[in-house]
């Protein structure tokens, strides 16, 4: 998203936004955060109306998802609290959730185990089911990766 963007997200002005970015410099990587080239800059306005009436001097900056969040840590307004605030619950509850899938990961290795016991001793069938468990356990879901592509 381009700052001007985010700053009315967060309910802030550019510039204050630009200035809180500046003084946490550290916090804002490449990956997190870069500014338009020139190039960029003028297909940009040139492709989009309003920003043909974007008179600033400088070009403007482009945030990544990560870089996102990170704003939302380094600026004081009510609404970019909000959202930072948001942001931790949201963490803690996507590690409650990994750690009952860990629980659920040990609970189809622990029922493995006794599958592998019966098929030694009674039927050949249930191993369909133990490939089907191992798949489970050692194959991670793949997942579709997000964000701006920054080639590591």
């Known amino acids: 998203m381009l700052d001007r963007d985010l700053a009315a997200l967060y309910e802030v002005e550019l510039k204050v936004m630009n ?9 804002f990587p490449s ?31 482009a945030f990544t998802e990560h870089g996102i969040l990170m704003l939302s840590s380094v600026l004081n ?3 970019a609290i909000k959202i930072n605030i948001q942001v931790m619950r949201i963490f803690v509850q996507m590690r409650h959730y990994t750690l009952s899938h860990n629980e659920t990961n040990e609970q189809i290795a622990e029922l493995r185990k006794l599958l592998m016991l019966y098929i030694e001793k009674n039927d050949k069938r ?8 191992n798949n489970l356990i050692e194959k991670p879901p ?11």
Request: aromatic letters at 12%; zero cysteines.
């Open 142 to 152: 793949k997942t579709k990766r997000i964000g701006f592509n920054t080639g590591n």
């Open 31 to 61: 990956d997190f955060m870069f500014q338009l080239t020139d190039t960029e800059w003028s297909n940009l306005r040139s492709q989009i109306v309003t920003f043909n009436n974007d008179t600033r001097k400088y070009k403007p900056y």
């Open 19 to 27: 200035q809180a970015v500046k003084r946490n410099i550290g916090r």
């Open 126 to 133: 249930v191993n369909e089911i133990i490939i089907a468990l």
């Open 77 to 79: 307004s009510d609404k």
